[in-house]
């Protein structure tokens, strides 16, 4: 698979692709500029998103009491070549994760649940983040922290991932 920049792709998908996978994103562009590495190249999409939407009015003001800066973010639908393109996809429910692979078989190998990752997502059907969608400032906190949990559980694996020889990611 050839990666633009010789960077690592990790991909975050939801629904809508206004709420948690760009919270997500951003939250892990930050981990990243802390940890002042730039070999992973983040991304998100969402399975029912409506390209060119704007980040949730919540989810730009959650992030931003977190120092995240997501308000340059525009919705986009996951399609085949967006899933063929990530080396790691990150799905917050079990449904992403099947969409993702109805796209496109290369999926199988690298999506995920984030709630449950590296467990296999058919091992852990119920580890999901729920959507904050129609929720208030609160809910949508709730989202963000469980985003932030589970990527800092696993910011270390996937900084060595992105750091493998390309036959070893």
């Known amino acids: 698979m050839e990666k633009k920049g010789g960077k690592f792709k990790v991909l975050f998908v939801c629904t809508g692709n206004t709420c948690r996978s760009p919270m997500a994103a951003g939250l892990m562009n930050k981990l990243l500029s802390e940890a002042d590495f730039d070999g992973i190249e983040v991304g998100s999409a969402g399975t029912g998103a409506l ?3 704007p980040a949730a009015p919540h989810a730009l003001e959650v992030t931003k009491n977190w120092g995240i800066d997501i ?3 525009r919705s986009r639908t996951l399609d085949e070549g967006t899933v063929e393109a990530a080396n790691l996809i990150l799905c917050m429910a079990l449904e992403h994760h099947r ?3 109805q796209l496109s078989a290369s999926s199988e190998r690298k999506s995920y649940l984030l709630a449950s990752y590296p467990q296999r997502p058919e091992e852990t059907p119920l580890a999901r983040i729920e959507d904050p969608m129609g929720g208030d400032l609160e ?3 709730k989202a963000f922290m469980r ?8 910011f270390g694996d996937l ?3 992105a750091r493998a020889p390309e036959e070893g990611r």
Request: aromatic share 8%; no cysteine; charged share 35%.
């Open 99 to 101: 969409a993702a692979r």
């Open 159 to 161: 900084l060595e991932r």
């Open 51 to 53: 390209n060119g939407w």
């Open 147 to 154: 985003i932030d949990e589970h990527l800092r559980r696993i």
């Open 71 to 73: 308000s340059a973010h």
């Open 139 to 141: 809910v949508y906190e």
